[in-house]
């Protein structure tokens, strides 16, 4: 049988309190009643409550004091403040006081209901996420890994059936959505968290010289080559390697890891000497390695090797749910890093963070709210000190048109228009352009080679 919530509805009208407590019983709601901020407060600490409705306007204890004195011992309980007096000023005080949503009087009940709703589903996942956490251990970085939404709660809890295992594991999606976070989360909680944690981005390392990084070399096994090296594969004996952007690894270095992860055992380049190597690997990709696949790009049986268990970052257009925890997250961060007391953001600055599409993600994010940091001119970030995100917000239907981009235009032109209007944007920031197109500097390089625009 499921649990009925209670709700504590607190208001000095009492003929406001009495529809209220109709009105909720009405929706399965079991519900108490408190006439002050003071009643509200004694209540909340004898009781446990699943959501709090309370009015900002009493005589003896406002609901903002209550709210204050409510959060300070529980802070996990959601509060939503009623008022009739309408302001930005008021909203900014509840919401920072620990509020989870404001309404103004008299209320719509539809609107009423919705935010109930939302409030009771952010807490469950809250619990769940919290509870979730202790069981993925005490090497869990809760300060790296922020997501209270559906997709990120999913996420984990495979991590969590995962990182125990032996388990060879594939992770994909969008560049900048946190791949690599969640490679760390698979190692230290496994029973190799006390071994190495090697890591290694396959796109940026050329080709000849990314055997040597892999299986290390003798002296003398080509120029340069001064002394003996040790490769990551060694480096990372009894851990876990991690192998970043496996799409971009020639066909032939994939032929000698397919032969790696079969044998278990290495050859540094130019030596002779068999070593056996006790390695978990972890990869990951931003790009469809079936369709690598299909374009002769990679190879099928390694493709195979390494999909044992696949997992999927979504990207952060897909959980903007999150958006709020990640942008104070990093602000309180930056905030720090630059020595400056910056508190929040304002309802308008929020309101750009979550109306904007995130084409970068996480890293994106995180690049805006640091400048947001730099430039702020106030206690709170306003959408005026977010003007990275303004720069880059255009209306739906602008880019085809400015961008010169036609419906029967071939792909390749498609392509090609795109990368360099990137390039443009970018005032020839090579990196920078890489990372909004999704693809690795050593990609964009290549295009940009065939395009005949290098410079």
């Known amino acids: 049988m499921k649990k009925q919530n209670t709700i504590l509805v607190v208001d000095d009208d009492p003929g406001h309190r009495t529809m209220l407590k109709t009105l909720l019983a009405g929706w399965g709601y079991s519900v108490v009643e408190a006439d002050d901020g ?26 903002l004091q209550a709210l204050t004195e409510i959060k300070a011992f529980n802070p996990a309980i959601p509060v939503i403040i009623m008022t009739a007096y309408s302001s930005v000023e008021t909203a900014v005080d509840a919401l920072k006081s620990g509020a989870y949503d404001y309404l103004t009087k008299p209320l719509d ?12 589903d952010h807490r469950m996942l809250k619990e769940e996420n919290r509870l979730l956490r202790e069981t993925l251990g005490s090497h869990f970085d809760k300060r790296n890994i922020i997501g209270q939404s559906a997709a990120m709660v999913k996420l984990l809890e495979t991590v969590a059936q995962v990182a125990p295992s032996e388990a060879t594991v594939l992770i994909s999606g969008e560049s900048g959505t946190g791949k690599e976070m969640i490679a760390g989360a698979i190692h230290f909680n496994s029973p190799r968290k006390d071994g190495p944690f090697v890591k290694i981005n396959c796109a940026a390392i050329t080709e000849t010289l990314l055997e040597s990084e892999l299986f290390g070399h003798e002296k003398g096994a080509f120029t340069g080559a001064y002394k003996q090296k040790e490769g990551r594969f060694r480096q990372a004996h009894r851990g876990s390697l991690f192998l970043d952007e496996i799409s971009e690894m020639s066909l032939a270095m994939q032929v000698k890891l397919l032969r790696v992860l079969q044998e278990r055992e290495i050859t540094r380049v130019g030596g002779e000497e068999v070593i056996k190597v006790d390695v978990r690997i972890i990869t990951a990709t931003n790009k469809d390695l079936l369709q690598e696949i299909h374009g002769g790009r990679f190879r099928e049986d390694l493709y195979y090797r390494l999909n044992v268990v696949a997992l999927n970052v979504p990207p952060l257009g897909e959980r903007r749910e999150d958006i709020p925890l990640l942008a104070q997250h990093f602000l309180e961060m930056f905030s720090e890093k630059n020595r400056k007391k910056i508190k929040g953001f304002t309802p308008q600055g929020m309101d750009r963070l979550l109306k904007y599409e995130w084409p970068g993600n996480v890293r994106e994010l995180m690049n805006a709210v640091e400048r947001g940091v730099v430039l702020a001119r106030s206690e709170y970030l306003d959408q005026e000190d977010l003007s990275l995100i303004l ?6 239907g602008e880019t085809s048109s400015k961008d010169g981009i036609r419906a029967d235009m071939p792909l390749e032109e498609v392509e090609r228009t795109t990368i360099l209007k990137t390039l443009d944007l970018t005032r020839g920031n090579k ?25």
């Open 38 to 63: 003071s009643t509200a407060i004694e209540k909340a600490y004898e009781q446990a409550f699943d959501l709090i409705l309370m009015d900002i306007r009493m005589i003896k204890v406002s609901g």
């Open 109 to 120: 009940f539809d609107e009423l209901r919705l935010a109930m709703e939302r409030a009771m």
């Open 391 to 396: 720069e880059h917000t255009s209306s739906p």
């Open 431 to 455: 990196s920078e352009a890489a990372r909004r197109l999704g693809i690795t500097r050593r990609t964009l390089h290549k295009k940009l080679k065939l395009y005949g625009a290098m410079s």
